[in-house]
C-alpha cells in the first residue's frame, strides 16, 4: 500500500533501531559474554543449590499467578457484567495496586506483621511473625500487587464474548447455566495468558524476593553482582529465568492469538449476558480487596510513619524531584518510540507478529539487574559512549532498556482496534503514510498513547533493579534510596519514604478517577 | 485468487465485476487501489504503468481514485465535514477552494444536513451516502466500490442503487463495481464481467 520508500520505512526503521540499541542490545553483550566464557559453568546450573532456586522461583511464579487469577478473575468478570454505577472509577480503584511499588506492600507487610507490628502487639508474636519473611508471605504480596493484570484481561475477555454466541445459549438454558457453560469457557485462553504474564513478572520481581529474604534467581543474581562482582555466574543464573519466561510467553501468545471469539461491536443491538442482582455483592468484593490490597499498606505505613520528621522528606527531596523528571521524561522518550513500533507489530503478519511478541515479553521480563550490567558493559568505555556513562542519560537508557517493550505491546494492542481499512481509506484518498499516521491512525490511538505513558510512568518511576547499579555517582532516585535505607533507617523513616513513593504514583490515578466519577456522574 | 485475468476499462464506462464469494473481486480491487500488490501481470492507469509483478511503481495515494469500502471505513473522530476535508488536504486542494467542494459532493448524495455529525449518529444509509461522497469529492479519475450496498436491505439498497446510476450518468465516472448480487449487476452496468469459472 505504502511502498518501500514512503516515510513509513524511514519512520519504523529508527524506531526499530532504538528498539535494538536500547532494549535488545544490553541482555544480548550478557549473553554474549556468558557464552565466551568458560565452559563447564553451565553444570552450576544442575546442583542441588539451583535446584533449589529453581523450585522457589517456580512456586512464587505459579502460587502468585494463582492468587492473583483467583482474585482479579471474579473482579473481572464483575466489571464486565454487573451494572455498577460508577465502574469507571471502581475498576480505577480497583487497579491502583498495581501502581504500588511492590517493595513498598512488602515493607508494610514486614511492619504489619514483624515481631514489633502490631499483629504481634495484639495477637502476641507467634501468629504471623514466623511468616513474616517467607515464600508465602512473597506469594502474598505479589498476589495482591499484580490481581489487577488479571482482572482487567478478565474484563476484556468477558466483554469479547459475542453476544449472540450467549443469545443462542438462553434460548434453550438459565442464564447461571449459560454463563458456566459457554462464556467461562470463552474467556478462559485469555484469563489463562493473563495469569501466564503474572507469572513472568513475579519470577522476574527482585524487590520483594529480596526484602522478604526468599531465595529466588532474582536475589541471587543481585549478590552474584552486587556483593561478589561475579557477572558471569549472574548472566549464567539468568538463563532459567529468560528460559521459563520465553516458555511463559510464547504459549500465552499462543493462547490467546487461538481464540475464536470475536467482538461485534452491537451492530444489531445484542447485549452480552449480564449479571442482574450482583451489585452490592461486588462492591463488598471490591471493598474487601481494596482493604487488604491498598487501605491496609498505606494504613500500616502511615501509622508507622507518624510522628516522623519532615527532614526525612527534606533529605528525600532531590530523589522525588529526580524519580518524578526521570519518570516522565522517559515515559515521554519511551512513548514516542513505541508508537512507531507498536503500529509495525500491529500490521505485520501473525507469525512475525507473534515472535514479536514474545521477544517483548522476554525483554521485560529480563532481570532489572542483568539489564543494568549490560548497560554498564556497553556504554562504560571511551569515547562517545563514555560520555553518556556517568550522567543522567544511564537513568533513562535504564527506563527505554526495560519499558520499551512492554510499551510496544501496550501500543500494538491500541493500534489493532483501527481497522486497517481507515488507513487505506486515507490512502485511497491520497494522504501519503505520514498524513494519514498523524490525521487518522494516532487521534484514534489516544487514549491508548495516554495509558501507555501513564504504565511507563509508573513503571519508571519505580524502577530498582537496572537503575542501582547505572546511577551515577552521586545521584539517586526515591526508590534507590529507600531500598538503601533498609539495613540502615528506623522503620518511621522508611515508612515515610514508601508513603511519599506511593503517594507520587496514586496521586495521578486519584485525579483520573475523579475526573471519570465527575465524567460520568 | 485472481489467475490470468485482464480487464480494459474505457473512460465512462461502468463494468460491474459479478462473481461468488471467495472469488477475487475485492482482490481486484485492491489492486487496481494499490492496497495489494500483484505477483505477475501489469496494472495501467490511463497509460501509466502502476504496478508490476511484484512493483509498486504508483502508491495508493498518487493514483487519484475513489474507493469505497465494503465496511465504509468512515474515519470515527471525523465528521462527516471532517471526513470529505480530509480527502481535498491530502491531494492539494486550497483550503479557499474547499467548502464548496465538500458542499458540492454532500449535495450530490443529498446529506447537506449531516456535514457537522460523526458517523456515529447516522444511520446506514446515509453512512453510505456519505461514504459515496467521501470517495468522490476528489474527483477521481477512477471509481471502485466494494459491495457497499451489501449491509442494506432490499429497500433501502434499491433506492441507493438508482442514486448511484444518476450519479454516474450525470458526472460520466468511470467505476468498476464488484458484488455477487445480479439486481446490482442489472441496475448498474454497462458491462459486466463475471469471476469464478464463467466468462
Known sequence: MWGSRSSRTVVIGVAVAVFVAASVLPLGYMLARFAAAESGSAAVLLDARQRTLLFNTALLGAGTALLATLIGAPLGLALARVAVPWKAALRLALAAPLALPPYVVALAWVHLTGPAGPVASALGPNVLSAWTYSLPAAILVLGLVLYPLSMLASEVAFRRIEPRLEEAGLVVAPPGRVLRRISLPLAVPSVAAAALVVFVLAVSEFGVPGLLRVRVFTTEIFTAFAALYDFGRATLLALPLLALSTLAAAVAIRLVSGQRVVSRRGTDGSQPLPLGGWERRTYVAAAFVLAIALVTPIAVLTWDAMGVSTNVFQGSRLAARNSLVLAAVGASFVTLVAVWLGYGRARVRYRLGAAIDVLCVVLFAAPSTVVGVGLIGLWNRDGVLGGVYGTDGMLLLASLARFLPVAVLLLAGAVRYVPVSHEEAAAAAGAGWWRAMTRIVLPQVGPGLLSTWIVVFVLAFGELGASILVAPPGETTLPIRTYTLVANAPPAELAALALLQSGVVLSPLALLGLGLAWRTR | ?199
Open chain 2, 1 to 199: 485468487m485472481l489467475d490470468d485475468f485482464s480487464l480494459d476499462v474505457d473512460a465512462g464506462e461502468r463494468v460491474v465485476v459479478l462473481g461468488p464469494s471467495g472469488c477475487g473481486k475485492t482482490t481486484l480491487l485492491r489492486l487496481i487501489g494499490g492496497l495489494e500488490l500483484p505477483d505477475a501481470g501489469e496494472i495501467w492507469l490511463a497509460d501509466q504503468l502502476v504496478a508490476t509483478g511484484g512493483r509498486l511503481l504508483v502508491p495508493a495515494h498518487e493514483r487519484r481514485l475513489g474507493y469505497l469500502f465494503q465496511d465504509l471505513a468512515l474515519w470515527p473522530h471525523l465528521t462527516v465535514w471532517g471526513n470529505l476535508e480530509f480527502v481535498l488536504g491530502s491531494i492539494g486542494v486550497r483550503k479557499a477552494d474547499r467548502p464548496e467542494r465538500i458542499r458540492e459532493a454532500l449535495a450530490l448524495v443529498r446529506v447537506d444536513a449531516l456535514a457537522h455529525r460523526r458517523p456515529s449518529e447516522l444511520s446506514g444509509g446515509e453512512q453510505q451516502r456519505v461514504a459515496l461522497a467521501r470517495a468522490l469529492v476528489g474527483k477521481p479519475r477512477l471509481l471502485l466500490l466494494d459491495e457497499p450496498f451489501s449491509s442494506l436491505d432490499a429497500e433501502l439498497r434499491a433506492v441507493l442503487r438508482g442514486e448511484l446510476v444518476r450519479l454516474q450518468q450525470s458526472l460520466r465516472l468511470t467505476s468498476i463495481y464488484v458484488t455477487h448480487d445480479r439486481d446490482d449487476a442489472a441496475a448498474l452496468a454497462d458491462r459486466v464481467v463475471r469471476l469464478g469459472g464463467r466468462s
